[in-house]
């Protein structure tokens, strides 16, 4: 899968737990700008772990503080 | 002595989403249990629910369990027609919200991926979705209030105790403002197949509507339901320095146990009850009562010995569970919300179905057919399992 094809079912994803505007579903948004807390950041990892068949450690997943770094933890993940 | 007055209403029910519509069902006596259509019934015995029409939520406050949502859009409701603007001092603003069962969706959902279809792990937010505060905490968080909050769990009789508890938080002089209800959604597959193995629901899945038979001496059980409803309570000289327009009163809370068996009811605990609720009143001003009335055998025979062992036979006493069914916690402050907007509208809500009395209850139930009467004072009856029961004293805009 490219980072292209991940983004692109990350952000499908993201809609489907939250309602974040187009314009901050941007790579470079910061999780918090988006109006996405603690708790929905929790239950989109999860959804991101059940659509991607992986399993997000805890270190890379506190990592995560903007939308580019959900596709690289995935892109990451992928490859191993 | 600080009274309490009432400001709001908010109630979603399974007539839909509003006071207006539960109004108009209680006037025409109309059922609101149906066939279940939000779960998947075909393994389980019974079929039928008071259950909330999809239309009446979908949308609204997404990011709760389903019970929270129904406690936000029952609050919502209040909080309009309470208007209550900027004139509330946040920290003497307080929530109870009372709930029988939580937050069923959200752990059925967790657990049956687990057990039923192999997989290793459940949601994050399992827990703080289903705690039993979670209706409370949201409501509390949504519209700002920083006082007493918390959530009474006593099975049926939780939103009653919520309500009575909010009551005496401002006569304490603990709040100036309080919303107070209970919201329940127990229409799951687990928690039905749990019902059923008791042995007291009514299943009648051919005539949902027929199927709640309070009082009726063909009565076979009660019917789940689900909803929320919710008051906003505030000290009379709060509602009046801000000119609030007041819809009625609570007057009296009884609160007590019968200290007896888990799921028989005693007619000495319900009594006890009803008494306290009637003791900064005249007896002679009770004009209604809207009954637990469960349409189980053990309840409606014993309710009716509770009723004339304080109030003789001279006062109406209907069962509006005929209608909406039995939703659990949520139960207490549905039927007052429902009484209160009917008898604030001049007519008894009915109870409905009742084709053969049972000569083990001989009060005047309101049968089948609402009756226009103006009472200024009514009592709404909740005993819950494990024998906890509450009893809230309300005066109409008749009585004030």
Not at chain 2, 231 to 254: K, M, P, T, Y
């Amino acid at each position: 899968m490219t980072r292209d094809e991940i983004q692109q079912k990350l952000i499908d994803i993201v809609r489907q737990e939250k309602d974040i505007p187009d314009e901050k579903l941007t790579p470079g948004t910061l999780l918090t700008d988006a109006g996405v807390d603690s708790l929905d950041a929790l239950t989109i990892l999860f959804a991101i772990e059940e659509n991607f068949h992986i399993s997000i450690p805890d270190d890379k997943a506190r990592a995560i503080k903007t939308f580019g770094d959900m596709v690289t933890v995935v892109e990451e993940l992928q490859k191993t | 002595m600080t009274r309490v007055a009432i400001t709001g209403l908010g109630i979603i029910s399974p007539f839909g989403r509003g006071r207006a519509v539960a109004c108009a069902a209680m006037r025409d006596g109309r059922s609101g249990i149906r066939r279940i259509s939000s779960i998947d019934t075909s393994a389980l015995n019974c079929k039928i629910g008071g259950e909330v029409p999809a239309e009446a939520h979908q949308g609204a406050f997404k990011g709760f369990d389903r019970f929270s949502r129904f406690a936000l859009i029952a609050a919502e409701e209040a909080m309009q027609q309470a208007a209550t603007g900027k004139n509330v001092d946040a920290e003497r603003f307080g929530v109870i919200i009372g709930t029988g069962l939580g937050g069923c969706e959200t752990l059925d959902g967790a657990f049956r991926r687990v057990y039923k279809e192999g997989q290793s792990r459940v949601p994050p937010a399992s827990i703080p979705w289903s705690m039993y505060n979670a209706a409370a905490s949201a409501v509390s968080a949504h519209f700002g209030a920083k006082g007493v909050a918390y959530t009474p769990v006593s099975a049926c009789a939780s939103s009653a105790h919520a309500i009575g508890q909010a009551f005496q938080a401002i006569r304490a002089g603990d709040a100036d403002v309080m919303i107070a209800g209970g919201a329940d959604a127990p229409l799951t597959f687990g928690i039905i197949l749990a019902w059923e193995s008791m042995r007291v629901l009514a299943i009648d899945n051919e005539h949902p509507e027929k199927a709640c038979r309070p009082f009726s001496a063909d009565r076979k059980g009660l019917v789940l339901a689900e909803g929320a409803a919710a008051l906003v309570l505030e000290s009379f000289e709060h509602a009046q320095r801000r000119d609030a327009n007041v819809l009625g009163e609570i007057v009296g809370f009884g609160i007590t146990s019968d200290a007896g068996h888990l799921t028989d009811p005693s007619a000495d605990g319900a009594a006890r009850a009803m008494r306290l609720a009637l003791r900064d009143l005249a007896a002679s001003e009770v004009g209604y009562i809207n009954a637990h009335g469960t349409a189980t055998r053990a309840n409606d025979a014993t309710e009716t010995t509770a009723i004339k062992a304080v109030l003789g036979d001279r006062v109406p006493a209907s069962s509006t569970k005929s209608m909406h069914g039995h939703a659990m916690g949520a139960s207490g402050a549905i039927e007052i919300v429902c009484s209160l907007v009917a008898l604030n509208d001049g007519f008894l809500p009915p109870t409905i179905n009742l084709e053969n009395p049972d000569p083990a209850c001989d009060l005047d139930y309101v049968p089948n057919a609402s009756r226009p009467l103006r009472v200024p004072v009514f009592l709404s009856n909740s005993f819950g399992f494990g024998g906890m029961n509450g009893v809230v004293a309300v005066r109409t805009i008749h009585g004030l």
